[in-house]
């Protein structure tokens, strides 16, 4: 079975700032990963993703992950907070892109962005 | 541009009523559309996998007679929310998949409101 854990349900930071997120999987297989963002009332849109290429992943908006194996790790990180940062952040799990596998989300975290 | 649409963005209906939602692909034919629940402040949860012209695979705990899945083309899914309750109320995603190996593009969402 895959999960994955998203360590904060709420982190604050103020803009200019270091953002990390925080997450940790599980999985029995070599895992696909991403990091989705939700902004109020809207739907998903993947930020970056995992698929056992290179360990350093670049994404959208200047954020990005580093799959960290003995760790079981994939935090989410960007140099400078902006305002525009502040939204619903979800790690996400897959055992590959097959229509056959499922995406299993964790529980979310919401990014503040102080002035 | 947006791949993926849903109708309505948000509708409010009567408690036993019925409620149908769309989702459309705008980009390209999907063979596998999905669709997920998610609470207030909480994670998505996968309801159902669909193909076109086959019936759904519901997640274990959801009713395929109260949550209705048509796949009628391969640019079109629907979810009827059949006799609704409040319960029922929540923001409900699509998600679609162009072929086998590909990630999946999410739909912004359709609030329902159960009064």
């Known amino acids: 079975a895959q999960s994955v854990t998203q360590l904060g349900s709420h982190v604050s930071v103020s803009e200019g700032a270091l953002v990390l997120l925080r997450c940790n999987y599980s999985?029995?297989?070599?895992?696909?990963l991403f990091w989705y963002v939700q902004y109020p009332n809207q739907g998903l849109q993947l930020l970056l993703k995992?698929?056992?290429?290179?360990?350093l992943v670049k994404g959208i908006n200047g954020f990005e992950a580093e799959f960290k194996k003995s760790e079981t790790s994939f935090h989410l990180t960007k140099p400078s907070a902006h305002m525009s940062d502040a939204a619903e952040y979800f790690c996400?799990?897959?055992?590959?892109?097959?229509?056959?596998?499922?995406?299993?989300f964790g529980s979310g975290t919401r990014l503040s962005i102080r002035p | 541009g947006a791949v993926v649409s849903q109708h309505p963005s948000r509708v409010i209906c009567k408690s036993g009523t019925s409620v149908k939602i769309e989702c459309r692909s705008l980009?390209?034919?999907?063979?596998?559309m999905f669709w997920y629940r998610q609470f207030p402040k909480k994670s998505l949860m996968l309801m159902a996998t669909?193909?076109?012209?086959?019936?759904?695979?519901?997640e274990q705990g959801v009713e395929k007679d109260k949550f209705l899945i048509n796949h009628a083309s391969l640019t079109l899914s629907t979810l009827t929310v059949t006799s609704a309750h409040p319960e029922d109320s929540s923001f409900y995603i699509c998600?679609?998949?162009?072929?086998?190996?590909?990630?999946?593009?999410f739909g912004p969402g359709t609030r329902l409101t159960v009064t």
């Open positions: 998600s679609v998949q162009r072929e086998t190996g590909e990630e999946q593009y």
């Open positions: 999985s029995s297989v070599p895992p696909y």
């Open positions: 980009d390209f034919q999907a063979t596998t």
């Open positions: 996400a799990v897959s055992r590959d892109y097959s229509s056959a596998s499922k995406i299993i």
């Open positions: 995992y698929t056992s290429a290179a360990t």
């Open positions: 669909s193909n076109e012209g086959s019936k759904a695979t519901y």
